[in-house]
T-cell receptor
Framework: GAVVSQHPSRVICKSGTSVKIECRSL??????MFWYRQFPKQSLMLMAT?????????EQGVEKDKFLINHASLTLSTLTVTSAHPEDSSFYIC???????????FGSGTRLTVV | AQSVTQLGSHVSVSEGALVLLRCNYS??????LFWYVQYPNQGLQLLLK??????LVKGINGFEAEFKKSETSFHLTKPSAHMSDAAEYFC??????????FGTGTRLTIIP
């Protein structure tokens, strides 16, 4: 089946630095990638939708200059958290349509801790 | 706008007992409904989905859910709980092949 590989699984960074999270579709082409954020014991909130070769669409309240999304190829989408702050600490998950009827495959998530 | 309500943020059942996780939705169009399971520090795994056709949907690991339009519900059940079922469960709704709207999740605990 369709697999999305997400890296890193865990990252700790210092305040003010930037962190890049990668999601790769391993055996299919992901023209669309959804990026979610999940706070502890809460649900997933959609941050943005990236489409290969075009600008990402951000949900209301999400700072596009802080959360940079690049979808330069059909198999790779990246999320860069710029100038990270402790409040950006969260679990980030990517997801892509898997080709089945309204089917989506999820990455394994990235636990970001900003210290 | 669409929304999902999961009743009960925590559910505990004894091993071998019936599992019932409740989900109600609100959608202005015929919905597509999903149940996902999440283990600690992992992504989401699809348990089952309803798009069209039969309203009783069977999924993986012995789970099933029934779409009841009159009740706007999509409750998840499993006849006999297993220790490995302990996880977080999310109900989600979509009105098309785009973004999912998730419920707040239900943490299932299995009592030995």
């Amino acid at each position: 089946g369709a697999v999305v590989s997400q890296h890193p699984s865990r990252v700790i960074c210092k305040s003010g630095t930037s962190v890049k999270i990668e999601c790769r579709s391993l055996d299919f082409q992901a023209t669309t990638m959804f990026w979610y954020r999940q706070f502890p014991k809460q649900s997933l909130m959609l941050m943005a939708t990236s489409n290969e070769g075009s600008k990402a669409t951000y949900e209301q309240g999400v700072e596009k200059d802080k959360f940079l999304i690049n979808h330069a190829s059909l198999t790779l989408s990246t999320l860069t958290v710029t100038s990270a702050h402790p409040e950006d600490s969260s679990f980030y998950i990517c997801s892509a349509p898997d080709g089945s009827t309204y089917g989506y495959t999820f990455g394994s998530g990235t636990r970001l801790t900003v210290v | 706008a669409q929304s999902v309500t999961q009743l009960g943020s925590h559910v505990s059942v004894s091993e071998g007992a019936l599992v019932l996780l409740r989900c109600n939705y609100s959608s202005s169009v015929p919905p597509y409904l999903f149940w996902y399971v999440q283990y600690p520090n992992q992504g989401l795994q699809l348990l089952l989905k309803y798009t069209t056709g039969a309203t009783l949907v069977k999924g993986i690991n012995g789970f099933e859910a029934e779409f009841k339009k009159s009740e706007t519900s999509f409750h998840l059940t499993k006849p006999s709980a297993h220790m490995s079922d302990a996880a977080e469960y999310f109900c989600a709704v979509s009105d098309g092949p785009e973004k999912l709207t998730f419920g707040t999740g239900t943490r299932l605990t299995i009592i030995p």
